[in-house]
Nanobody, 127 residues
Framework: QVQLLESGGGLVQAGASLRLSCAAS????????MGWFRQAPGKEREFVAA????????RELDSVKGRFTISRDNAKTTVYLQMNSLKPEDTAVYYC????????????????????WGQGTQVTVSS
């Protein structure tokens, strides 16, 4: 099992940057593909970014490409989401998620595939 704890959210103005962190417990962090999802009020939770267990493969939601970057540090058992040029529409609760992956290095983008979730961190972007 793995436990996830997000941090780094906050209230910022449009155009600002934030870096979210997700610290994971457990010794097998490098066996997990990781993802970031977000949920705005009244909307369904949506995929934001994913990284493979090695960190060598990443993917971002089209609307955040060029602004958000996902990365991980397996030695620190932490995954990051660097968010630049934030927009009011990025306002949401951001969740970190993990899923164990056997075999080849791959990314997981489907929400239902993830079986470990953090409690979320609020990001609010004012205009």
């Amino acid at each position: 099992q793995v436990q996830l704890l997000e941090s780094g959210g906050g209230l910022v103005q449009a155009g600002a940057s934030l870096r979210l962190s997700c610290a994971a417990s457990g010794r097998t962090f490098s066996s997990y593909a990781m993802g970031w999802f977000r949920q705005a009020p009244g909307k369904e939770r949506e995929f934001v970014a994913a990284v493979s267990k090695s960190g060598g493969i990443t993917r971002e939601l089209d609307s955040v490409k060029g602004r958000f970057t996902i990365s991980r540090d397996n030695a620190k058992t932490t995954v990051y989401l660097q968010m630049n040029s934030l927009k009011p529409e990025d306002t949401a609760v951001y969740y970190c998620a993990a899923v164990a992956v056997l075999g080849s290095d791959t990314i997981i983008t489907g929400l239902k595939a993830y079986n470990y979730w953090g409690q979320g961190t609020q990001v609010t972007v004012s205009s």
